[in-house]
């Protein structure tokens, strides 16, 4: 059972970029579909992107063309960067992990997901 920890958040300025973490203990994360979601105050989670464990990216469309999403050789950590970063991209960020044998496929809703890390602040000042 594979567990995730985020890092990476932090105060800064609009326009700025911030590269978030999230590193799985517990089990290779390559074997598992992976997620970035994230929670405004007031607001339910919503997706952000997403990743196959082929690679294949999946974007909501309020992020996409200024985050990425990846992961990394050593296959234990995720990755979310973060570009011209707005104010109304302040929210938790939490990473989501899914195991799955078809390489191919992404999850973009929260009910898909298994295992969630305990969430990492960005807060974007203007």
């Known amino acids: 059972q594979v567990q995730l920890v985020e890092s990476g958040g932090g105060l800064v300025q609009a326009g700025v970029s911030l590269r978030l973490s999230c590193a799985a203990s517990?089990?290779?994360?390559?074997?598992?579909?992976m997620g970035w979601f994230r929670q405004a105050p007031g607001k339910e989670r919503e997706f952000v992107a997403a990743i196959s464990r082929s690679g294949t990216t999946y974007y909501a469309d309020s992020v996409k063309g200024r985050f990425i999403i990846s992961r990394g050789d050593d296959k234990n950590t995720g990755y979310l960067q973060t570009h011209s970063l707005k104010p109304e991209d302040t929210a938790v960020y939490y990473c989501?992990?899914?195991?799955?044998?078809?390489?191919?496929?992404?999850?973009?809703?929260?009910?898909?997901?298994?295992?969630w890390g305990q969430g990492t602040q960005v807060t974007v000042s203007t």
């Open positions: 517990g089990g290779p994360l390559s074997s598992y579909a």
């Open positions: 989501a992990a899914q195991r799955t044998y078809d390489v191919r496929i992404v999850y973009a809703t929260g009910r898909d997901y298994n295992y």
